[in-house]
């Protein structure tokens, strides 16, 4: 590889460091300058179809969508810039597995143990101006478990489609960190996801053993309370969520094509909100909550059926595509890891926070890339950019 390639692959490990925390001005920065090194040291061209793109195109619909919001003043032109990091990090994932589709699934994996790096020595209290934030480096502990999530999926992967023995020590570590955060729903889309390695009974098994490492966690971490907490509408947590699931519902009925305006819920829904405790009056201290506690009737609330269908169709076709091909493990990899992330934003609204966003959108390229580089025909117009197939 020449200078350039070492450089785009430092430049890349670099923007994964920065994105384990705040992927902000420094995320943006450090995509920008992996993007044109990248290019630069690319050792072959990019295809042809690089823009042809179910997640670029997704985005740009999406991006249409809050163009039209901004014209009829119901969101400022400035929320166009967290669509355009998305778009960055998906063009940054994709060109690092187009470069390096061998390299993907050892990449994941030091990725995974820095995971699991910052969280145990964040537990430990080691920060000391390197990990400023007291969720570990985060920004809160729901983001914590979903990289934790991500580590245990990757680790587990190795574990399984490579017979890799050592892995199962930071795979079971994992799962204790993450049993510890109390997050019942990101636990849950974890053991869902590594379904996707069940291909013979000893991967059952696997999944069994790690299900089992769960629990016991839960029991020693003292989350148990957490994890049979009722779902009832008495309970605090379970109130909020019905609160703003019916504020996003309503301002679903009055927009239900353009939305009520990208990164505007909050105080859209508020009236909405304010009806709803009127009509079931609770005892405890009312919690304003952000956005909708789950990304369909989020993003259904802020941009009607054209936004989310944008978004379905950027998140849908990637994972139906590497679903198909999970035979392969680098997809299996990256179809579970899809898996997990939507069945997490069931419960939680992150799709354009910082490194979350980072996270996601990387991921997303990494699968199309990933895909069209072990499909050449794609680019040679043989298949529907779109959809993918083996």
Wanted: with cysteine.
């Amino acid at each position: 590889m020449n200078f350039l390639g070492h450089l785009s692959t430092a430049l890349t490990a670099a923007l994964a460091l920065a994105c384990l925390f705040k992927a902000g001005w420094v995320g943006s920065v450090a995509v920008a300058a992996g993007l044109v090194v990248l290019w630069a040291g690319a050792t072959r061209k990019l295809p042809a179809g690089f823009f042809r793109d179910p997640v670029f195109f997704g985005l740009t619909c999406f991006a249409a969508v809050v163009l039209a919001q901004s014209a009829l003043g119901r969101t400022s032109p400035a929320t166009l810039g967290a669509i355009g990091n998305a778009a960055a990090f998906w063009a940054l994932g994709k060109l690092v597995a187009l470069q390096f589709p061998t390299k993907l699934l050892s990449g994941w994996k030091i990725f995974s143990l820095l995971v699991l790096l910052v969280v145990v020595l964040g537990w430990m209290g080691v920060y000391g101006g390197i990990f400023p934030d007291p969720a570990l480096g985060f920004a809160n502990i729901t983001r914590t478990a979903l990289f934790l999530a991500s580590a245990i999926l990757v680790m587990l992967g190795h574990a399984l489609a490579r017979q890799q023995l050592p892995a199962w020590g930071p795979t079971l570590i994992l799962a204790g960190l993450l049993a510890a955060t109390g997050r019942r729903a990101t636990v849950l889309a974890a053991l869902v996801a590594a379904l996707v390695w069940v291909r013979r009974p000893v991967h059952a098994a696997a999944v069994g053993i790690l299900a089992a490492a769960l629990a016991t966690a839960v029991l020693l971490s003292g989350q148990m309370d957490r994890f049979t907490q009722s779902f009832e509408l008495t309970s605090p947590s379970t109130y909020e969520r019905v609160a703003v699931w019916f504020a996003a519902m309503h301002l679903f009925e009055e927009h239900p094509f353009l939305g009520c305006g990208f990164k505007t819920f909050k105080t859209q829904a508020a009236p909405a909100v304010e009806e709803f405790r009127k009509r079931h009056p609770a005892d405890h201290t009312p919690e304003r909550l952000g956005d909708a506690h789950n990304i369909v009737l989020h993003l259904a609330a802020e941009t009607g059926v054209l936004g989310l269908a944008a978004m379905l169709i950027a998140w849908g076709l990637p994972i139906r595509s590497a679903w198909r091909r999970r035979d392969d493990p680098t997809a299996a990899l990256l179809a579970s890891l899809g898996i997990l992330f939507v069945l997490h934003l069931q419960l939680h609204v992150q799709i354009f926070s910082s490194n979350i966003a980072a996270l996601m959108f990387t991921t997303l390229g990494h699968t199309m890339g990933y895909l069209h580089a072990s499909t050449p025909a794609l680019h040679r117009g043989l298949a529907h950019p779109l959809a993918p197939r083996q």
